[in-house]
């Protein structure tokens, strides 16, 4: 497998799904800090408006388009897809980093819930890379980031769902890994632990959960949520400068990772009393 050259943002254009809060919208404003063009995906309009009203102001000269998209609707991905290709015949960058969360033991979500999960999570990211494999690989030095999670490593309770998507993430991004290193495309999956964004306040809950109980895990994993999102933005972007293939962000991601590498089986119990029962973290 050929060594990639470090990736060039300057000029480049990137695809940046999620782009309207947390780590989408630090990644964006720092994705133009370094002079590369944006394609900003997100559901929320008025939060994506903002965002790329503050990067043009930043960045004046600097190409910014917005695409309002719900992703769990998987079948509007191919003709967006040709949107975004009909003005950026070239795309150097893809980051899939929309995501949603859903609290609950299995039997008490729907499965209804389950598979929007799983939709906005694994399918779209599958779907949105499969429709822009082509132009990235006609770019040389082109990368994909798959963002995953700590629950892409590790499965506590009460995240069925979320986890069960995050690890397929992580199974599709070693594959194409393997296919793409030595076609001139870089991946690389992140695992962020406890990031400072939304995800615990949008997260969904269970039909089945009691409203008291989710009021009190949502405020519980609020508090796990201290890195900070900018930080976590440059982390990324520094590994996809320089090629890694694999991203473990904050310590509540790199303590669980090895405490699982040295406890296979026995790290559940560990980190379930660690973590307080466990908490949605991005």
Same mark, same amino acid.
């Given at each position: 497998m050929s060594r990639l050259e470090? *990736?060039? *943002? @300057?000029?480049? #254009?990137?695809?940046?799904?999620? @782009?309207?809060s947390g780590m989408g919208e630090q990644l964006a404003h720092q994705l133009a800090d370094r002079g590369t063009a944006l394609v900003?995906?997100?559901?929320d309009a008025d939060r994506l408006d903002r965002v790329a009203a503050a990067v043009r102001v930043a960045h004046p000269g600097l190409g910014v388009e917005v695409h309002v998209v719900d992703l769990a609707e998987t079948?509007?991905?191919?003709?967006?897809v040709a949107e975004i290709l009909a003005a950026h015949p070239r795309v150097d960058l893809l980051v899939? /980093?929309?995501g949603i969360a859903l609290a609950g033991r299995f039997d008490q979500i729907s499965l209804e819930d389950f598979d929007a999960v799983l939709?906005? /999570?694994l399918t779209a990211p599958v779907t949105l890379t499969h429709h822009l494999l082509p132009t990235l690989l006609a770019s040389p030095g082109s990368h994909v980031v798959n963002v995953s999670s700590l629950y892409g490593l590790i499965a506590p309770p009460g995240q069925s769902a979320y986890a069960t998507s995050k690890f397929g993430l992580r199974? *599709?991004? +070693? !594959?194409? +890994? @393997?296919?793409?290193?030595?076609?001139? !495309?870089?991946? #690389? #999956? !992140?695992?962020?632990g406890?990031?400072?964004t939304r995800i615990a306040e949008t997260a969904r809950v269970g039909q089945g959960v009691d409203p008291q109980q989710a009021a009190v895990g949502k405020a519980r994993a609020a508090r796990v949520l201290t890195y900070p999102a900018e930080r976590a933005a440059a982390d990324i972007l520094e590994a996809v400068e320089h090629r890694r293939v694999r991203?473990?962000? @904050?310590?509540?991601a790199k303590v669980p990772d090895a405490l699982a590498r040295l406890l296979p089986v026995g790290h559940v119990r560990a980190l379930s009393w660690l973590m307080g029962g466990g908490g949605r973290r991005r």
């Open positions: 470090p *990736f060039v *943002f @300057a000029g480049a #254009t990137a695809v940046l799904t999620g @782009a309207a900003l995906l997100d559901r079948a509007r991905i191919a003709s967006l899939n /980093n929309a939709r906005v /999570n199974g *599709f991004s +070693q !594959v194409l +890994q @393997a296919e793409l290193g030595g076609r001139g !495309v870089g991946v #690389t #999956t !992140v695992h962020p406890g990031i400072r991203l473990l962000i @904050a310590p509540s």
